[in-house]
């Protein structure tokens, strides 16, 4: 396999727990997949390091959003070293095994599976969306051999630095800190490289957390009052289904919106790149979208709403003009957003979005445009069907 220096970092550990803290785009969730594919048709952990039988277990907060990261990834790395016709895949049962050694993938929402049987090794995949006693916990006890967590550090109180890398690795000395940034990643284009360098003139908070893989506070959100909720309640009604599209680097993102008084839910369908519309349309299909419910989309992409309509899906575009973000940003803020649990996209954009600054660190009254592809798709279902434009000023229908 061609491995990036993480890879190695994490193959010739010798901890029980190994936190790969890191920037975006530095491998550590591709390379702790080819560790996951190698163990699975070796038994190899490491130089002179074997466990010829077992499982590995491989979790995310949510299932859905697992398949469309690791799992894919993962797949990816069996094909392309000649491995897949060699492991017997159930796909019922979302697991892969060969000569007695077993890698399954599950969300830590399913409650049978997180308190069930034990396992050799785990790897939670963006580690800081769980919850420390009632889910990292869990998983932890019914561990023998070895855990590996990678995550992006937007919060440095969270219980990965306070729980693991300060307290017990003193404590017990059997965790492993492995740091990573862009430059470890030896196969990404100049073109990201130059991106992610960018930040170091425009955000220095950003360039400390996505770039240098440091801890640190965001501040300046756009929304800083979001609650998680389990489900959407049964007395919110439905308002409408917003999008935003992407394609290449950019995902498109769909959501539900759903209000009761003052009160609004959103709920994640789609976060994903490389979607054709024919895909978005299909997709929305297996969702239950139906003629009569409305998707409020990009208005900039007349094409594509067409193509949508054309497919049975009714798309309709947002309104556009001058101030239209920070219009559409005050109708939703003078909601109490709720979000479900399984929107982890929409979370992390909510987490990430801010406003923008001057040199001097002063804002600019514009946000960011970066993590905002679920917020656009929120926006635009907001502008349409939650307020009421009357000379230049929109108040809550």
């Known amino acids: 396999m061609e491995v990036t220096p993480i890879f190695t970092k994490n193959r010739n550990t010798t901890k029980k727990i190994v936190v790969n803290r890191g920037g975006t785009r530095s491998s550590k969730t591709y390379s702790i997949a080819q560790l996951c594919a190698l163990w699975l048709v070796s038994g190899e952990m490491g130089k002179g390091n074997y466990i010829h039988k077992g499982v590995w277990s491989t979790v995310r907060k949510h299932q859905t959003t697992l398949e469309k990261t690791v799992v894919r990834d993962f797949e990816e790395i069996l094909l392309n070293n000649g491995w897949y016709d060699l492991i017997d895949h159930n796909k019922t049962k979302k697991t892969y095994s060969y000569d007695g050694r077993l890698v399954e993938f599950f969300g830590a929402d399913d409650q049978q599976k997180l308190r069930g049987a034990k396992r050799n090794i785990l790897y939670c995949n963006e580690a800081n969306e769980l919850e420390y006693k009632s889910e990292f916990f869990q998983l932890l006890m019914r561990t023998t051999d070895r855990i590996f967590i990678d995550f992006n550090p937007d919060d440095e109180d969270i219980w990965i630095n306070t729980e693991l890398e300060q307290k017990r690795s003193l404590d017990k000395g059997d965790v492993e800190t492995i740091v990573s940034t862009y430059k470890d990643n030896t196969f990404l284009p100049q ?69 009761h008084d003052q009160d609004l839910y959103i709920n994640e369908l789609i976060y994903e790149s490389g979607l054709t519309n024919e895909d978005i349309a299909n997709r929305l299909k297996q969702f239950g979208v139906t003629r009569q419910q409305e998707v409020i989309c990009d208005s900039a992409e007349p094409k594509s709403i067409e193509e949508l309509y054309r497919q049975g899906i009714n798309a309709k575009p947002t309104k556009k003009g001058a101030d239209s973000i920070k219009n559409g940003i005050d109708v939703l803020k003078r909601f109490k957003i709720h979000l479900t649990n399984k929107s982890t996209n929409i979370r992390k954009e909510f987490r990430s979005y801010k406003w923008a600054v001057d040199k001097t660190g002063k804002s600019i009254g514009k946000p960011i445009d970066k993590f905002n592809h679920g917020m656009d798709a929120i926006r635009y279902g907001a502008i349409i069907h939650l307020a009421h434009r009357n000379q230049g000023i929109y108040s809550i229908i």
């Not at 955000?203 to 770039?211: C, Q, S, V």
């Open 191 to 259: 073109t990201l490289v130059e991106e992610i360098e960018y930040l170091q003139k425009t955000d220095p908070e950003f360039w400390k957390i996505y770039g240098l893989g440091e801890y640190g506070n965001i501040t300046g959100l756009v929304y800083d009052t979001v609650t998680m909720v389990n489900e959407i309640p049964s007395n919110a009604k439905f308002v409408c289904y917003g999008l935003d599209f992407g394609f290449t680097n950019d995902p498109t993102a769909v959501v539900e919106i759903y209000r």
